[in-house]
């Protein structure tokens, strides 16, 4: 792997033509590849050679795609898959399966809420969740002799709470485990979680990375660091024979740099074909041309609305990792001391109805269900997202009635102001 800065990696990463080749990373539009001898072919179903066949395994265009993500990350080897969903649920169910137990934050994005606490919960697997800050014995109390993995997310959404990642790692490796990072918010850019000791990265790239609402798509990116066979016991689907692939053994034949994802890729991949579409890799490709010049842009507008917010006396509490002042400021300057990411969430004095005049009278800032987009947007989760749920239920879940989640996008931070000011000053009238 080549060792340029982050900025460069952004730019150039994944990807080096040769001579007289395409410059930008060719779209592959192709099902399938053809060879000119059977056993050339066999060699590949059999994983005795690398190469293509079949675009729901893999295609060229999305592994150089994942290549790129993967120097961003500073791991071993990625795959992309066709949502953050997908990533989350092949990052856990390639380690756990019928039976197994995984110790997860509680404040995690509430789809993959319902992935673990609901769906997987379906196929036999059981889930711990845990405050991000609960205390040490709590935190053990959480492991069982069937655990499996341990999950988080560096900046939750939408909770916007900043996880000690060194501290659940440790965790993860006293119980012989390793700690799988969802890193869609802080991305790259703002956090390297291999560098304070997890094991495995997911993404939903459909947020900053994509970063212009165009390509719904997701990524894994495993470090290499986890030493599988030091806990065979604990992971036969890597330490054992694959019948699948006349008893391949992952973590011997691929190594602990490429074990992890050469299994999501033969089997997950092979079997739920979550696949990404070459041209969505191509767009995503794009976004990450440019993720280190808009993550900038991005905090800057963040940083700049959360100041202006805390100090307006028609908004009654403001969450913002980095301002200071914030529960997770502590946390934020550890593990992303040059920004977080471009979401904040505040409460409107006045409660609910207050809220929802205040959405209804924002001109430039959008209310849709997204975030990490060029294009700001805002959300009133009590009224959309979580409108099932009455006052007390709203509470517990971080959603106060009086909440609203704005995701500030690329434009100048004077006109986001400008925009949350006058619906600010047409509350009431
Ligand atoms: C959006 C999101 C997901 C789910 O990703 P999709 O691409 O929508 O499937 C997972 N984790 C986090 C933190 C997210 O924000």
Same mark, same amino acid.
């Given at each position: 792997?080549?060792?340029?800065?982050?900025?460069?990696?952004?730019? /150039?990463?994944?990807?080096?033509?040769?001579?007289?080749?395409?410059?930008?990373?060719?779209?592959?539009q192709?099902?399938?590849?053809k060879?000119?001898?059977?056993?050339?072919?066999g060699?590949?179903?059999?994983?005795?050679?690398?190469?293509?066949?079949?675009?729901?395994?893999?295609?060229?265009?999305?592994?150089?795609?994942?290549?790129?993500?993967?120097?961003?990350?500073?791991?071993s080897?990625?795959?992309?898959?066709?949502?953050?969903q997908?990533?989350?649920?092949?990052?856990?169910?390639?380690i756990?399966?019928?039976?197994?137990?995984?110790?997860?934050?509680?404040?995690?994005?509430?789809?993959?809420?319902?992935?673990?606490?609901?769906?997987?919960?379906?196929?036999?697997?059981?889930?711990?969740?845990?405050?991000?800050?609960?205390?040490?014995?709590?935190?053990?109390?959480?492991f069982?002799?069937?655990?499996?993995?341990?999950?988080? +997310?560096?900046?939750?959404?939408?909770?916007?709470?900043v996880?000690?990642?060194?501290?659940?790692?440790?965790a993860?490796?006293?119980?012989?485990?390793?700690?799988?990072?969802?890193?869609?918010?802080?991305?790259?850019?703002?956090?390297?979680?291999?560098?304070?000791?997890?094991?495995?990265?997911?993404?939903?790239?459909?947020?900053?990375?994509?970063?212009?609402?165009?390509?719904?798509?997701g990524?894994?990116?495993d470090?290499?660091?986890?030493?599988?066979?030091?806990?065979?016991?604990?992971?036969?689907?890597?330490?054992?024979?694959?019948?699948?692939?006349?008893?391949i053994?992952y973590? +011997?034949?691929?190594? /602990?740099?490429?074990?992890y994802?050469?299994?999501?890729?033969?089997?997950?991949?092979?079997?739920?074909?979550?696949?990404?579409?070459?041209?969505?890799?191509?767009?995503?490709?794009?976004?990450?041309?440019?993720?280190?010049?808009?993550?900038?842009?991005?905090?800057?507008?963040?940083?700049a609305?959360?100041?202006?917010?805390?100090?307006?006396?028609?908004?009654?509490?403001v969450?913002?990792?980095?301002?200071?002042?914030?529960? &997770?400021?502590?946390?934020?300057?550890? &593990?992303?001391?040059?920004?977080?990411?471009?979401?904040?969430?505040?409460?409107?004095?006045?409660?609910?109805?207050?809220?929802e005049?205040?959405?209804?009278?924002?001109?430039?800032?959008?209310?849709?269900?997204?975030?990490?987009?060029?294009?700001?947007?805002?959300?009133?989760?009590?009224?959309?997202?979580?409108?099932?749920?009455?006052?007390?239920?709203?509470?517990?879940?971080?959603?106060?009635?009086?909440?609203v989640?704005?995701?500030?996008?690329?434009?100048?931070?004077?006109?986001?102001?400008?925009?949350?000011?006058?619906?600010?000053?047409?509350?009431?009238?």
């Open positions: 792997m080549r060792n340029y800065d982050l900025d460069t990696t952004c730019v /150039q990463g994944g990807y080096t033509p040769g001579n007289g080749e395409p410059r930008q990373i060719p779209i592959y192709s099902t399938t590849f060879y000119d001898t059977g056993e050339d072919m060699k590949l179903f059999d994983l005795e050679a690398s190469g293509y066949f079949y675009s729901r395994l893999q295609n060229p265009t999305c592994d150089l795609v994942a290549a790129k993500i993967c120097e961003l990350e500073g791991g080897a990625a795959m992309l898959t066709s949502s953050g997908a990533a989350n649920f092949f990052a856990v169910f390639n756990a399966s019928c039976g197994s137990h995984v110790v997860a934050s509680s404040a995690i994005y509430g789809g993959t809420y319902n992935l673990f606490a609901v769906t997987m919960k379906k196929m036999g697997v059981d889930f711990t969740f845990v405050e991000p800050d609960c205390s040490e014995e709590e935190l053990e109390a959480a069982r002799p069937n655990t499996r993995a341990v999950f988080g +997310e560096t900046i939750a959404n939408p909770a916007l709470t996880l000690d990642i060194e501290r659940y790692a440790a993860a490796h006293r119980h012989g485990v390793p700690l799988i990072i969802d890193n869609t918010f802080a991305t790259p850019i703002h956090c390297r979680p291999f560098s304070f000791g997890a094991d495995i990265v997911t993404h939903s790239t459909t947020k900053y990375m994509d970063g212009h609402g165009a390509a719904v798509g990524c894994i990116v470090s290499g660091h986890f030493d599988w066979m030091a806990h065979a016991e604990k992971f036969p689907g890597l330490c054992t024979p694959d019948d699948s692939y006349h008893g053994v973590a +011997e034949k691929f190594g /602990q740099s490429g074990a994802i050469t299994k999501a890729t033969a089997q997950l991949m092979r079997d739920f074909g979550a696949t990404p579409s070459p041209q969505s890799a191509f767009l995503l490709n794009l976004g990450l041309e440019s993720l280190h010049v808009r993550m900038a842009r991005h905090c800057e507008n963040g940083q609305v959360a100041e202006f917010l805390s100090a307006d006396d028609r908004v009654s509490w969450r913002y990792p980095s301002l200071k002042g914030d529960p &997770y400021y502590g946390l934020a300057q550890k &593990y992303l001391p040059n920004g977080s990411c471009g979401v904040v969430s505040f409460g409107i004095r006045g409660g609910r109805k207050n809220a005049a205040f959405m209804k009278a924002l001109r430039l800032i959008a209310i849709e269900t997204h975030v990490a987009d060029a294009r700001s947007c805002c959300l009133h989760p009590a009224s959309t997202t979580h409108r099932q749920m009455n006052e007390e239920e709203l509470i517990r879940a971080g959603a106060p009635g009086d909440m989640r704005l995701s500030c996008g690329l434009e100048s931070s004077a006109a986001l102001i400008a925009d949350l000011k006058q619906a600010l000053d047409s509350i009431g009238k």
